[in-house]
């Protein structure tokens, strides 16, 4: 009488690969991939950052937490940045890092996501700089004045290195016009967005700007839109001891209200 055929037991007893078993498999070569990159050295970010004109005099640690010294950006001078990446955002195919920016007369740090196509956004933004730091960056901003900038930006989203929206705050003190006249304008308080701003206005950035000390009483709106154009409107006035020359200055701008304000426009292109 023949016998049923045997079936092979070690095949049958062999362990099968369930999809808990292939999450398993991923992560560990997720791990090996990270814990590779983790320990590749700084220096090599630096062909890919001078594509974008940035330089360093020397770099640091790894990839993963490094520190490059004598940044500079097309010429002008950074300063010392060192940064940590945050390895959650790289589980969500984005690159997230810690950077803080150190010089002598100031620094910038912030929490910075980045997404493939190249926009950002920044959380915890704080900046202490002198102006003189800005406007040797070639950022279009106005050259000559002197002061002193300090931001601070819980929420700042950049799209196509433009910001489209931007929440804070951001104080200018001590601003000193440019050559030739060198006339001290005070210092100057802005809130971003503007909650004066009407609602469903026009896309941009908006801030309310006001004087904290100096020469004139400044009650304004700046806008910033999409095609970087700018436009600052508002009140001024003369208070204190304004010198004469200043209160002459402000006839231009036509007659004066019963509280002494005379409106006023600025515009123009970053």
Known sequence: MARPPRRDRAAQDAPRFTKKHWRLLALGLLALVVFSVATLPASLVDGRMKRYGVTAVSYAGSIWS??????????????????????????????????????????????????????????????????????????????????????????????????????????????????PRNASIGSYHATLPDPQAPQGGSPGITARVAAKEGPFAVDARLTLAPDRNFLLEGTLAPRGDTPPALRRSLEILGPADAQGRRPFSVSGTL
């Open 66 to 179: 490094g520190t490059a010294t004598g940044l500079a950006w097309q010429g002008a001078t950074l300063g010392d940045l060192r940064w940590s990446v945050a390895p959650l955002a790289l589980l969500r195919g984005r690159l997230g890092a810690h950077l803080q920016l150190t010089r002598p007369d100031g620094s910038v740090r912030a929490d910075i996501t980045a997404a493939l196509s190249g926009n950002m956004d920044l959380r915890g933004t704080q900046v202490d700089l002198p102006l003189e730091a800005l406007n040797a960056l070639p950022l279009g901003l106005p050259k000559g004045w002197r002061g002193r900038v300090r931001a601070a930006l819980p929420d700042l989203r950049i799209v196509k290195g433009w910001p489209t929206s931007v929440q804070g705050t951001i104080d200018m003190d001590d601003l000193v016009a440019p050559p």
